[in-house]
C-alpha cells in the first residue's frame, strides 16, 4: 500500500509540472505542394500548388500562381488553366482505367513531374441510406449499399456533398477504408460513411447539420494502395495520440525526390445521391 501511495504521488506531482515549451526552430526552404489528380468521372479535374509553411506558421499556405501545368496519357496532352490562385482546372474528360497519366509542373521553383494510373474500377454504389444515430439522438449516420470486388485489394476514398456543396472538403475529413474485413462481400448497409446533426448546438460540428429536402451525395473512388497510406500518413502526423511514434513527413510521388510534397493519383469513381425527406421512425432510403 505504501509503494503504491509512493507511485500515485510522484505521478501527481509529474502532472502538475506540466508546462508548455516553444522550440526555437529555423524556417526550412519552401517546398512546392502539389495536392490533385484525376478520376474517371467526365469533369475539369483539379490540382492545387502551394508552398509548405514554416512549423508555427499556422497562416493559410500561399498559393503557387503562374505554373504551367499539363497532363497527358501518351497520346493528348491536356494544359490546365489557373482558375483562382493556385488551382489549376483540365479541359473536361474522363480519366481511363489502366491509363498511366503524367503531371508536368513548371514554376518559380522549378520544374516538377509525377505518374499515376488506377487499375481497377469501382463497383456502382447501390443506394444510399440515412437514418438515426442508434444511440446520439440529435444525429444521423448515412450508409451504403455496394458489392465489394473479391478478386482484387480494394482501397477506398470518399467524400459527401449536401446540394452540390462538399462537407468534408480536406483530406482529414474524408473516410478511407481498405477492404481488408469485407473483401467479396456485399455491404449492406453495414458501412457508415458520414455523420450528421439534424440541428445546430454550438458545436464546432454544427457544419454537419443536414436539412430536409436536401441533396446528399456520396462520391467513392477507388484509388491505388500509395495514395491510401498518403491519406492515412497525413491525418496520422497531424494527430495528437501520444502513443504514436515521432511525426514524420507523408510519402510523395512527387519527383524530383526531396524538392516536393503531396500526391498525384487517378482514381475510379461512382456516385449516388438521395434527398433526405425524414418521417418518423423511418430511415431515408435512395439512390439516383
Known sequence: MKN????????????????????????????????????TDTLQHRIMLSLTNDFYDKSRPAPVSGATVTVTDGATVYTLTEDTAGVYLTPP????????????????????????????????????????????????????FVKDQAEIQNYYMGKVAVNDSLRNDSINRWFYIDDMYFNGRYIDGNFPVYGFKKEPDGEPDDYRVLRPDSRVTVYAYGISHDYYRFISEVNSSGSAN????????????????????????????????????????EPVMGGE
Open 242 to 281: 501520444p502513443f504514436m511514434g515521432p511525426p514524420a513527413p507523408p510519402r510523395t510521388n512527387i519527383q524530383p525526390a526531396g524538392k516536393a510534397c503531396g500526391f498525384f493519383y487517378v482514381a475510379s469513381a461512382s456516385r449516388k445521391s438521395v434527398v433526405y425527406l425524414p418521417k418518423p421512425d
Open 93 to 144: 474528360f474522363a480519366a481511363r482505367v489502366g491509363a498511366t497519366y503524367r503531371l508536368d509542373v513548371h514554376c518559380g521553383e522549378g520544374d516538377f513531374w509525377s505518374e499515376s494510373s488506377i487499375d481497377y474500377q469501382i463497383n456502382p454504389i447501390d443506394s444510399v441510406v440515412i437514418t438515426e444515430h442508434y444511440r446520439r439522438e440529435n444525429y444521423l449516420t448515412m450508409y451504403i
Open 4 to 39: 503504491l501511495f509512493i507511485i500515485i504521488s510522484t505521478a501527481l506531482f509529474f502532472a502538475s509540472c506540466v508546462e508548455d515549451i516553444t522550440l526555437p526552430l529555423e524556417g526550412g526552404t519552401k517546398m512546392l505542394v502539389v495536392e490533385g489528380g484525376l478520376t
